[in-house]
């Protein structure tokens, strides 16, 4: 599991995002989940900085503020990138993977869901699920750093 320096921490929307993680159990192999991304022209919309991990849950694609599992956000991705979950990863444009349950740190923010929807790429495939999995308030990721 990466690992970032003890003491990252940042500060969203009241809650203290830290660098440990707890694992979850990952979903079945045959489930399919949705990923929310941006469109190409909305890659760098946030810049607060993150640290968070993604999860498998109830058939949807989350990321957890590290340090504290229960606050977890629909995340939105940078525009290329998939999800497998035979690999129970979440795979980058650029070719990097992130473990389901790995902490990673990224450049974005949270945002109420009505102005995260509008950012999404209505023409992925798996847009209308994932909008379903849209939390209240969606983690926009704009770089992952880690």
């Not at 956000?73 to 349950?101: N, Y």
Request: glycine share 8%; hydrophobic share 40%.
């Amino acid at each position: 599991m990466a690992s970032c320096a003890s003491d990252e921490r940042a500060d969203i929307g009241g809650t203290e995002l830290s660098t440990s993680v707890a694992r979850r159990p990952p979903p079945p192999e045959d489930e399919t989940i949705p990923l929310l991304a941006v469109t190409e022209n909305d890659q760098d919309v946030l810049e607060a900085n993150l640290v968070l991990s993604p999860i498998a849950l109830d058939g949807c694609l989350y990321v957890v503020a590290v340090g504290d599992p229960e606050v977890r956000f629909a995340g939105l991705w940078p525009h290329g990138t998939e999800v497998s979950v035979s690999a129970k990863e979440v795979r980058l444009s650029d070719g990097r993977a992130l473990a389901f349950g790995e902490s990673f740190t990224a450049t974005g923010g949270v945002v109420e869901q009505a102005g995260a929807v509008p950012l999404a790429d209505p023409e992925r495939s798996d847009y209308g699920a994932a909008i379903a999995c849209a939390t209240e308030k969606v983690a926009v990721i704009s770089i992952v750093r880690s």
